[in-house]
Every structure is written in C-alpha cells, then in structure tokens.
C-alpha cells in the first residue's frame, strides 16, 4: 500500500477520534449546565414557598396587631393573644431559615427578635403599634428581595428600637456584675 493511503486512513481516524471526544465533552458539559439550571430552579421555587410562608405569617403579626385585647390580664385574653403572636413568629422564622439571603434573615430576625423581647410590655398600645411597624418593615425587607431590588435601610424606628434593646442588655449586665460583687462582698 502506498504511504498516501495510510496517511490518509489515519487522518481520519484522529478526525474521528477527536469528533468523539468533542462530542462527549459537549454531552457532559450540557448535561451539567442542565443539572445547574434545575438545581437552581428548584431553589428559586424553594426560595419563592418559603418566602411566600414567611410574608403570610408577617402579614398575620401586623394583623394580630390590630387585635389586640383591651384587657391583656389572665382573664382578659392577654395570654392567649400573645401565645398567637409568638407562634406566628416562630412559623415566620422557620419559613425565614429556608430563605438564601444571609442580610435578609439577619434584618427580620431583629425585627422579629424586638417584637418578641417586648411581648411583655404593659403599654398595649405602645407594644402593638411597635408589632405593626415591625411586621410592615419585614415585609418590606421581604419584598424588595423577592424584587431583586436592595434592601431598603432601617426605618428610625426601628434603628431607635435596636439602641433601645442594646442599652437595656447594657443595664442588664451592668446589673448582673453588680450582684455578682455584692455576693462575693457578703461572702467575705
């Protein structure tokens, strides 16, 4: 046989070799591509449930708000209304902990976290109109992410709420070191 023919039988052999080895490279890499697009998919469908759980469970809070009993002692219905509260809150934080957005579960975990450290207070009015704007501001949050949109900064009020609680754990600790010292003091 002439060196022309094997020269050319082997040419097209590595042609079709290397056509092979595009071609499962080119199935592999969109077999990937495709499994990426639907993982995040499935995430953007999770994402929208959780963040659809979280906003009714808000929109419960700001609701429960304006229900409030006039007599929030033990026989007024005071407690049961705040078992309510709490339990919306904890559905909307664990519809909260499926949401992807790190900034976005810290900023209504405080929110949430204000509305449940003042469940206590005696000033009902003062709690549930604080309860309202915590809902509202939450679902803001939540709906600017759902928006693609950046988060909206904290209102005043909120900000206000923060330092509010942030000096009371401040006078809390304060207090504790006090009581430890006085302990230690009657020991000796």
Known sequence: MDASVWIAALSGLV??????????????A???HQAKTARDQRQGELTNVAA??????????????????????????????HRELRRHAERAESALLRMPAAEL???????????????????IMWFTDWIEHLARESQELVGAYLREEALPPRSD???????MKHEALLRTQRFRDLHIQAQAELQE
């Not at 929030?72 to 049961?80: L, N, T």
């Not at 900023?107 to 003042?118: F, I, N, S, Y």
């Not at 009020?157 to 330092?163: E, S």
């Open 15 to 28: 042609g079709t070799g290397i056509g092979a080895g595009a071609s499962v490279w080119a199935t592999i």
């Open 30 to 32: 969109t077999q990937r």
């Open 52 to 81: 659809e759980a979280l906003l009714t469970e808000l929109f419960s809070i700001q609701q429960k708000s304006h229900d409030a009993p006039d007599d929030m002692g033990p026989g007024g219905g005071g407690i049961e209304w």
């Open 105 to 123: 579960r810290q900023r209504v975990k405080e929110t949430l976290g204000m509305a449940a450290d003042w469940a206590s207070y005696t000033d």
């Open 157 to 163: 009020k909120v900000a206000q709420g923060l330092r």
